[in-house]
Nanobody
Framework: QLQLAESGGGLVQAGGSLRLSCTAS????????MGWFRQAPGNAREFVAA????????KYADSVKGRFIMSRDNSKNMVYLQMNSLKPEDTAVYYC????????????????WGQGTPVTVSS
């Protein structure tokens, strides 16, 4: 099992950029498929991006495609989400998670979602 901690969120103006980081502690990180999710106030948690551990392709939600870039550094047990051209509707708490990718579906495997990292995009 991996322990995950997100960081890098903050307040940014529309059109700006942020890079979120996810630090994973545990063994064999390179063998885990990872994903990013977000939850806006009053909304259900939604998928943002995910990558199979074998890489390199990344699956993105349509709402972020072309603006967000997910990457990972296995040597540092880190996952990143570069968010560009941010919009007010990107405002949410962002979480990373171990995921299971089967037939194009992304299933998060995280039980305790923790506090995530909040992102607020002002208009």
């Amino acid at each position: 099992q991996l322990q995950l901690a997100e960081s890098g969120g903050g307040l940014v103006q529309a059109g700006g950029s942020l890079r979120l980081s996810c630090t994973a502690s545990g063994r064999a990180f390179s063998r885990y498929s990872m994903g990013w999710f977000r939850q806006a106030p009053g909304n259900a948690r939604e998928f943002v991006a995910a990558q199979h551990f074998s890489g390199p392709d990344v699956k993105y939600a349509d709402s972020v495609k072309g603006r967000f870039i997910m990457s990972r550094d296995n040597s540092k047990n880190m996952v990143y989400l570069q968010m560009n051209s941010l919009k007010p509707e990107d405002t949410a708490v962002y979480y990373c998670a171990v995921v299971n990718l089967v037939a194009g579906n992304v299933m998060p495997l995280r039980r305790d979602w923790g506090q995530g990292t909040p992102v607020t995009v002002s208009s």
